[in-house]
């Protein structure tokens, strides 16, 4: 499978720990997107990469949140002391910026964080 | 500020029958219009997408129409089918040099009688 994954899948956690989740996106595509998307709504755009540099930051994403891309390749999001207001699908998106056809992002299957 | 509204909700259609869901949106630099389709625990996958110099795109049975000087385009599913029941997301974005981060709508959730 070439696609978008995305580690761990589910996370549960309690509200103070750290969690960190990993994307790795199609090889290669040189933009990686992170969204968070709650129950019963769209995903909402966190950060973005062009390769290892991030680009652009929501105004979502708190002093808790940190996103790295090391090498260009696969990315991490972490979050620090977690809160319940935290929980939510965190996806993933990558895609081939500077076609002349579509950008098109390619999503992970997300994972699902609980902070209990 | 809601840039993309969805509507409805939610829409129950027939077997057989047509779906169709309404989308607007309000920044008129936005163009490129993807719809994404999601099922239960997956991430949302592009359905068809569409650029505003076009008024409408037909792949299959799925045709999106835009109507730019209304800032609305809408997606049609023809001959809808119980496989087709699942969450359907309108966007936008600024493609091509530019920030290109997806502002998505809030959803439809689409559910197909057999």
């Known amino acids: 499978d070439t696609g978008v994954s995305q580690d761990p899948r589910h996370k549960i956690t309690k509200r103070g720990q750290n969690v960190t989740f990993r994307c790795d996106p199609i090889?290669?595509?040189?933009?990686l997107y992170w969204y968070r998307q709650t129950l019963g709504q769209g995903p909402e755009f966190l950060t973005y990469f062009q390769n290892e540099a991030q680009l652009e930051k929501s105004r979502l994403l708190s002093d808790r949140f940190s996103a790295e891309r090391p090498k260009g390749s696969f990315s991490t999001l972490e979050i620090q002391r977690t809160e319940q207001g935290d929980s939510a699908m965190y996806l993933c998106?990558?895609?081939?910026?500077?076609?002349?056809?579509?950008?098109?992002?390619?999503f992970g299957p997300g994972t699902r964080l609980t902070v209990l | 500020q809601q840039q993309v509204k969805q509507s409805p909700q939610s829409l129950i259609v027939q077997k057989g029958g047509i779906s169709i869901i309404n989308c607007a949106y309000e920044n008129t630099a936005f163009d490129y219009f993807p719809w994404y389709q999601q099922f239960p625990g997956k991430g949302p996958a592009l359905l068809i997408a569409i650029r505003p110099d076009v008024s409408e795109k037909k792949e299959g049975r799925f045709t999106i129409s835009f109507n730019k000087s209304a800032k609305q385009f809408s997606l049609h599913i023809m001959d809808s089918q119980p496989g087709d029941s699942a969450t359907y997301f309108c966007?936008?974005?600024?493609?091509?040099?530019?920030?290109?981060?997806?502002?998505f709508g809030k959803g439809t959730r689409l559910h197909i009688l057999p």
């Open positions: 998106a990558s895609s081939l910026a500077f076609r002349t056809d579509t950008d098109t992002q390619y």
């Open positions: 090889s290669e595509h040189n933009r």
């Open positions: 966007a936008a974005s600024l493609s091509m040099n530019r920030d290109d981060k997806i502002i």
